[in-house]
Every structure is written in C-alpha cells, then in structure tokens.
C-alpha cells in the first residue's frame, strides 16, 4: 500500500430539519390545537484514531465526507429523526489542522481516541414547542440550524521511540531488520527506502520499543534534495535518535566524518528541537573492517568528527554488537517513560470527619430550664 503522510479534506456535517406548524383536525374537534413537531438533528463528523492504519491514501482519493440532514418536522405530533453521524478512522499520531489558519485541531495520539470535528446542526422547533397558556394557536416555527463546514490538513508523523538517521546506504534498514521484525526492502543502491518502516523490537516479556527508519538524508536536505526531509517530522516524536554511519564505504574519496558532519547540520537547520533530542552515533558495516584495524579506526573517527555522546560499534549484516545496542536502547526508553503509581486502596488513610460544633441550646428555650 502506498504511503501517503498528507491529506486536505472537506468536512460538512448535516443540517437540522425544520421546524412544522400544524394543527389537529379531526372529526367533531373544531379547535384541536398546535401539533407540528421539532426538526431532527443534522449528523456529527468524528474522527477516531486506529491502531489498524498507518496511512492517509484513503483520504487521498475521498477528500469530501458529508454528514446526512436531519429530517423535517411533521403533524400529528411527530418529530423528525435525526441522522446518521459519520465517523472518519484515522492513524495515531496524526495531526488535524485547519487549512486555511494552520490553527491546530487535535492530536490524534491515543488509540480508540474519539473527536468531534463538525457539529451538526440542531433540528427547528415546530408550533408544539410554542404552546402556552395564552397562545394556543401559534403559528411559529423556525428552521433547521446548519451545520458546520471545515476544510481540513491532516499530517501523519508516526509515533515511534527510536529513529534511525544517517545516509543513504548507511545500513538503516538492515539494522531495524536485524532487531525487528520488519522487513524493509534491502538493496545495493541509494534511496532503497521510499516510506518510513516502522519496527517493534522485542527485549523481554512485556519489554518492547518501536523503532522508525526513514530515507537517507544527504546535503542539501533542507533545501528539498533527496527525500529524506519530507519525513524528518516524522522523528519528531521519537525519545531518541540513532545516527547511523557507514564506517567502510566502498568508495575511498568518500570521507564517513564528512558524511556525519553533513547530516548533523542539515538535521539544526530542518529543527533545532530535533537536533537537540538524545543522539547516539551507531558506527555500522565493521565486518568489511579487518579486526586488528577496527580499533584505530573508529578512535580516529571519533576523534575528528569531535563527538562526545555514546558511541556504539555494529555490524546489522552479522548482526554483530545489535544485542547490547538493543539492550543500551532499552534502558534509555524505560528511563524516559513516566511511571504513574497507582495508589493501593488497602493502605489509604480513613477520611477524617470534619469536627462537629458542640450544641449550644437557647437561653429560653424551655426544654433546658
């Protein structure tokens, strides 16, 4: 299924039916009184968050989801049904904005989350619901309010514990397969990545992280060359970014320092929030690297790139250093994660009552002579 993180749609909920003005006319009731009922209600558009999707191409090809009107009023007291209400599913995580101010609607971050987008408009009074006392003949009734209209943006930027950043080629999709189970494509050529792929690597029992790779980024991103900075939002909502680098690169006028320098600068001027999330340097490809080589090797990397972070040394191919990269990555997103204590109903302290003023009966009340 093809990847769509971007979507404009209309929304228009229902109008409400209107109001009727109608009298009772039977045999031998000359005078039988009001009995037009109210109009219906217009439907609601919803939005609901599904844990299911991980794509707006539905709305790609839908752009206009309109909500039924409510029906009109009739005699014989009867009022009009309301309608149908429409519910449009979403993936968590995406953001509902309007188009025309950019004003933020909702985040749409909790599966099963519900929300109501356009409010449908309420149904008429018919002359029933004018009756009174003095007026037993009204001849009122009113129409059907109408309901809202909105021209919406939705962006989706996936929710993820762990990106993975770094070149084209770098290794990023061969390392969230070697710890996951997801199976990007895997090729010998630049941009094999067209889409995020997302990943749910498995530590231990009831111990999972999900980790977001994206396509490669090169210089000059931020100006718009390549494709990876059409998805760094989706980094944004990650806790910790993984920068891959490719330490052996087949081409020897290639410098790997140049290359990390290249990414970290486009990374500041993309978001200078982003850039400043945690950030580990991956040194990736080591089994191309001899082993009495491997040392001197990423000592001098580190050494001129100047980093001063976690820096872990891998092979996603053999599959080399992941375990304890994957263990180290665990222990940062549990440490990131807000634990909420539940309070233990057993050792709660009773409620203490609110002290009681001592009676003072009246000096003449008879009672207490």
């Given at each position: 299924?093809?990847?769509?993180?971007?979507?404009?749609?209309?929304?228009?909920?229902?109008?409400?039916?209107?109001?009727?003005?109608?009298?009772?006319?039977?045999?031998?009731?000359?005078?039988?009184?009001?009995?037009?009922?109210?109009?219906?209600?217009?439907?609601?558009?919803?939005?609901?968050?599904?844990?299911?999707?991980?794509?707006?191409?539905?709305?790609?090809?839908?752009?206009?989801?309109?909500?039924?009107?409510?029906?009109?009023?009739?005699?014989s007291d009867q009022y009009g049904a309301a309608a149908d209400d429409v519910t449009l599913r979403v993936p968590?995580?995406?953001?509902?904005?309007?188009?025309?101010?950019?004003?933020?609607?909702?985040?749409?971050?909790?599966?099963?989350?519900?929300?109501?987008?356009?409010?449908?408009?309420?149904?008429?009074?018919?002359?029933?619901?004018?009756?009174?006392?003095?007026?037993?003949?009204?001849?009122q009734k009113t129409p059907g309010w109408p309901g809202e209209q909105k021209k919406l943006k939705l962006e989706?930027?996936?929710?993820?514990?762990?990106?993975?950043?770094?070149?084209?080629?770098?290794?990023?999709?061969?390392?969230?397969?070697?710890?996951?189970?997801?199976?990007?494509?895997?090729?010998?050529?630049?941009?094999?990545?067209?889409?995020?792929?997302?990943?749910?690597?498995?530590?231990?029992?009831?111990?999972?992280?999900?980790?977001?790779?994206?396509?490669?980024?090169?210089e000059g991103a931020a100006e718009g060359a390549g494709l990876g900075h059409q998805f760094l939002r989706h980094?944004?909502?990650?806790?910790?970014?993984?920068?891959?680098?490719?330490?052996?690169?087949?081409?020897?006028?290639?410098?790997?320092?140049?290359?990390?320098?290249?990414?970290?600068?486009?990374?500041?001027?993309?978001?200078?929030?982003?850039?400043?999330?945690?950030?580990?340097?991956?040194?990736?490809?080591?089994?191309?690297?001899?082993?009495?080589?491997?040392?001197?090797?990423?000592?001098?990397?580190?050494?001129?790139?100047?980093?001063?972070?976690?820096?872990?040394?891998?092979?996603?191919?053999?599959?080399?250093?992941?375990?304890?990269?994957?263990?180290?990555?665990?222990?940062?997103?549990?440490?990131?994660?807000?634990?909420?204590?539940?309070?233990?109903?057993?050792?709660?302290?009773?409620?203490?009552?609110?002290?009681?003023?001592?009676?003072?009966?009246?000096?003449?009340?008879?009672?207490?002579?």
């Amino acid at each position: 299924m093809k990847f769509v993180d971007e979507a404009t749609i209309d929304v228009t909920a229902g109008n409400g039916g209107n109001g009727c003005a109608s009298f009772r006319r039977e045999k031998f009731i000359p005078f039988g009184g009001p009995n037009g009922g109210d109009g219906g209600r217009g439907g609601h558009v919803f939005v609901v968050a599904d844990r299911n999707l991980n794509t707006l191409i539905d709305f790609r090809y839908a752009r206009r989801h309109e909500a039924k009107s409510g029906e009109h009023g009739r005699g014989s007291d009867q009022y009009g049904a309301a309608a149908d209400d429409v519910t449009l599913r979403v993936p968590v995580g995406t953001i509902i904005r309007d188009f025309e101010t950019g004003a933020l609607i909702v985040e749409m971050l909790v599966p099963g989350e519900k929300f109501m987008l356009c409010k449908g408009g309420d149904g008429g009074f018919g002359n029933l619901h004018f009756k009174t006392s003095t007026n037993r003949a009204p001849r009122q009734k009113t129409p059907g309010w109408p309901g809202e209209q909105k021209k919406l943006k939705l962006e989706l930027r996936v929710l993820a514990d762990v990106g993975l950043l770094g070149q084209p080629n770098a290794g990023k999709s061969t390392l969230i397969t070697a710890i996951s189970n997801a199976r990007p494509k895997i090729a010998d050529y630049p941009f094999t990545t067209l889409h995020p792929n997302l990943g749910v690597v498995r530590v231990g029992p009831s111990q999972s992280f999900v980790v977001a790779d994206i396509p490669g980024l090169i210089e000059g991103a931020a100006e718009g060359a390549g494709l990876g900075h059409q998805f760094l939002r989706h980094l944004q909502r990650t806790r910790l970014l993984l920068h891959i680098v490719d330490i052996a690169p087949f081409d020897d006028a290639v410098d790997p320092v140049a290359q990390a320098k290249a990414i970290l600068l486009e990374l500041k001027k993309y978001d200078k929030a982003l850039f400043d999330k945690p950030r580990w340097l991956v040194l990736n490809k080591l089994d191309v690297v001899p082993e009495d080589e491997r040392a001197a090797r990423v000592k001098d990397f580190v050494k001129r790139l100047r980093w001063k972070g976690p820096v872990f040394e891998i092979s996603a191919l053999t599959r080399e250093g992941c375990e304890h990269l994957v263990q180290a990555i665990w222990k940062h997103v549990e440490s990131e994660q807000v634990h909420v204590a539940e309070p233990d109903v057993r050792f709660e302290d009773e409620p203490t009552k609110p002290p009681q003023p001592e009676f003072q009966p009246a000096a003449d009340d008879p009672r207490f002579r």
